[in-house]
T-cell receptor, first 111, second 116 residues
Framework: KQEVTQIPAALSVPEGENLVLNCSFTDSAIYNLQWFRQDPGKGLTSLLLIQSSQREQTSGRLNASLDKSSGRSTLYIAASQPGDSATYLCAVWGGADGLTFGKGTHLIIQP | ETGVTQTPRHLVMGMTNKKSLKCEQHLGHNAMYWYKQSAKKPLELMFVYNFKEQTENNSVPSRFSPECPNSSHLFLHLHTLQPEDSALYLC???????????????FGSGTRLTVV
């Protein structure tokens, strides 16, 4: 059974810092990996989708990498801002059984 | 409207009530999902519908009953729930191809359910 682990569980940094969120998964037989953010009490907003044949995806200040063989992904956030404060979720897709999620990294950016 | 819309946003129900959650997607996707999000736990997949056919029932208790009348609408019927069923219920949709490729999941804002 696929398991997804996100490290750290929580992170608090001053505004302007670059930071890295980590995601690992136990079964490398995935088709893609998706990063989401979730604001308190809200739904999930998709940030980046990386197909298994890709190594990375970029959107603005966000960059996500995927090393499928080692079961790892990182989300890099450049020049962090208070508006980036949220919970960041990593999810992998292995086919017809839907996405498998990690517990998330709760991020606080201090003004 | 665009995206995935869920109603109601909040629901409080007694253990003997019957209620339904509604999800509607305006993206032309061919697959829809129900997820449950409880405190301190990862999102849990409950049901998957692909081309209106249920393809996954992730050992969910029978007090939760899904319905997918067409590819744009998904319901979750609730009856005789327990307090531990209180959670955020999220609906999602995606466009899948050949069971091994999709273009990303889009989630609704969720229904916050409290069972008293």
């Amino acid at each position: 059974k696929q398991e997804v682990t996100q490290i750290p569980a929580a992170l608090s940094v001053p505004e302007g810092e670059n930071l890295v969120l980590n995601c690992s998964f136990t079964d490398s037989a995935i088709y893609n990996l998706q990063w989401f953010r979730q604001d308190p009490g809200k739904g999930l907003t998709s940030l980046l989708l990386i197909q298994s044949s890709q190594r990375e995806q970029t959107s603005g200040r966000l960059n996500a990498s995927l090393d499928k063989s080692s079961g790892r992904s990182t989300l890099y956030i450049a020049a962090s801002q208070p508006g980036d404060s949220a919970t960041y979720l990593c999810a992998v897709w292995g086919g017809a059984d839907g996405l498998t999620f990690g517990k998330g990294t709760h991020l606080i950016i201090q003004p | 409207e665009t995206g995935v819309t869920q109603t109601p946003r909040h629901l409080v129900m007694g253990m003997t009530n019957k209620k339904s959650l509604k999800c509607e997607q305006h993206l032309g996707h061919n697959a829809m999902y129900w997820y449950k999000q409880s405190a301190k736990k990862p999102l849990e997949l409950m049901f998957v519908y692909n081309f209106k056919e249920q393809t996954e029932n992730n050992s969910v208790p029978s007090r939760f009953s899904p319905e997918c009348p067409n590819s744009s609408h998904l319901f979750l019927h609730l009856h005789t729930l327990q307090p531990e069923d209180s959670a955020l219920y999220l609906c999602a949709s995606s466009q899948e191809r050949e069971g091994r490729y999709h273009y990303g999941y889009t989630f609704g804002s969720g229904t916050r359910l409290t069972v008293v």
